[in-house]
C-alpha cells in the first residue's frame, strides 16, 4: 500500500462515507476522521478507511463536515497537510469567500440518498452525478485540474460555475424544492387529521413529489442559515409564481393555465438525463493561457453553452511549463464550443475521434 495515493476525508457521513468508500474501492489510502469517534472506527472496520487521523501527505483532503463548520476545517486542512483541499457543502460563497488559498477550490457533488450516514455509503454514488466546482481568482490552475481529474475519477460530470451562481442555483433547484416539499406533507398532515383516507390516497404524483422530504432534517437548519438570501429570493419567485397561478384558477383563464402548464411541460421535457454520454466524440485540446483561473474557465464556459465534457486532463505543453487542457465533448456542439474558446482568447484545436 505504500505506493497508493493517499487522501483525507474528514466528516465521514452519507457524503463523506461515500468518497472514502469509492477511493479506497479505487486502491487509494484513505485516512478520516470526524467528530462522532465511533462513526470513524466503524468507518475503519468497514474498509471505507485505511487509518483514523489527518494524513499530512495526503495530496487531496475532502472536506465533507456540516455546512457551517466547512470553512474552519479547510483552514485545518490546509494547515495540516501540504496537498489540495476541497469541499462538499451546498453552499458555497461563505467558504470560498473565507478562504484565499491555492491550494482550495469548492465543490459540492450533486448525489445523495434517503439513507443516512455510513449506512447509505454508497461507492457508485457519483457516477453519472454532477459535481460542481467552484473555483476563486486565488485558486490555482493546478489544484482545479487535480481535483477535476479526482472527481471525474467517481464518475462525475465536473461543472464549474463561480460560487455566488452556484448559491443561487441549488436555491431553485434543490433548497426550496425541499421546503416547498416539506410544506406540501405539512398541509397534507393537516387535512388528514380531518379526513383520515387522505393520505392512504397520497399515492402517484404526490408522492414523487414529496419524497425530498423524507431527507434528514437536521442539515436543512445550516444550509437556509448560510444561504438565506438565495434562498429568499427563489421563495419569493416560487410565491409570486403560486399568487400569479391562483389569479389564473380563480378567474377560470383557461387559454392562460394551457398555456402555462404547456410551458412547464417543455421545459420539463428539456431537463438534461442524468448520466447522458455523447454518442460521437470530438477531441479538443486547449493550451491554458498565463492567467489566474484559466484551466476553470474551460469549465465555466461549457456550463454555460450547455456543453457536457465527457473526459478532462491536463498535459504538460512542448512550448514550455503551460499545460494544455484536452476535454472530450459531444461532435454536435464542439463547434460552438471551439468558437466560445476562441472568443475568451484560448486557441483550441478539434479533432473528431472516429
Known amino acids: ?72 476545517q479547510v483552514k485545518r486542512a490546509l494547515g495540516e497537510t501540504s496537498g489540495l483541499v476541497t469541499d462538499v457543502g451546498s453552499v458555497k460563497a461563505a467558504v470560498v469567500g473565507a478562504v484565499d488559498d491555492p491550494r482550495f477550490v469548492g465543490g459540492h457533488p450533486m ?9 447509505g455509503a454508497d461507492a457508485t454514488m457519483f457516477e453519472g452525478a ?28 465536473v461543472v464549474a460555475l463561480p460560487a455566488d451562481r452556484h448559491d443561487q442555483t441549488v436555491a431553485v433547484i434543490s433548497h426550496v424544492p425541499h421546503l416547498t416539499a416539506a410544506t406540501l406533507m405539512g398541509l397534507a398532515s393537516e387535512r388528514a387529521e380531518e379526513h383520515a383516507a387522505l393520505l392512504r390516497l397520497a399515492a402517484g404524483g404526490f408522492r414523487d413529489m414529496t419524497r425530498i422530504a423524507s431527507g434528514q432534517p437536521n442539515i436543512w437548519l445550516d444550509i437556509c442559515a448560510e444561504n438565506r438570501p438565495a434562498i429568499l429570493s427563489a421563495l419569493d419567485g416560487l410565491i409570486a409564481g403560486l399568487s400569479a397561478m391562483r389569479d389564473v384558477v380563480d378567474h377560470d383563464d383557461r387559454g392562460e393555465l394551457l398555456r402555462r402548464l404547456a410551458r412547464a ?20 485540446r486547449i493550451p491554458i493561457p498565463d492567467r489566474p483561473g484559466a484551466a476553470a474557465e474551460v ?39 471551439r468558437g466560445g474558446l476562441m472568443a475568451r482568447g484560448y486557441r483550441p484545436a478539434v479533432q473528431r475521434l472516429s
Open 111 to 119: 448525489a445523495g440518498s434517503e439513507l443516512e450516514g455510513l449506512d
Open 265 to 284: 411541460r417543455d421545459a420539463r421535457a428539456n431537463l438534461p438525463v442524468r448520466g447522458t454520454q455523447p454518442g460521437e466524440l470530438a477531441e479538443v
Open 130 to 157: 454532477v459535481w460542481v466546482l467552484t473555483p476563486s481568482a486565488s485558486t490555482a490552475d493546478e489544484t482545479f485540474s487535480a481535483v477535476a481529474a479526482v472527481v471525474v475519477e467517481l464518475g462525475a460530470d
Open 299 to 337: 469549465f465555466t464556459l461549457a456550463a454555460e453553452l450547455g456543453v457536457n465534457i465527457a473526459s478532462f486532463e491536463v498535459v504538460h505543453s512542448v512550448e514550455g511549463n503551460r499545460g494544455v487542457a484536452v476535454v472530450l465533448v459531444d461532435a454536435k456542439v464542439v463547434e460552438l464550443y
Open 1 to 72: 500500500m505504500s505506493g497508493s495515493r493517499r487522501a483525507n476525508v474528514l466528516g465521514l457521513g452519507l457524503i463523506g462515507g461515500s468518497i472514502a468508500r469509492a477511493l479506497s474501492e479505487r486502491g487509494w489510502h484513505v485516512s478520516g476522521d470526524d467528530r462522532d469517534d465511533g462513526r470513524a472506527a466503524t468507518a475503519q472496520e468497514r474498509g471505507y478507511i485505511a487509518a483514523l487521523g489527518v494524513d499530512p501527505t495526503a495530496e487531496i483532503t475532502f472536506v465533507a463536515t456540516p455546512v457551517l463548520t466547512v470553512a474552519d
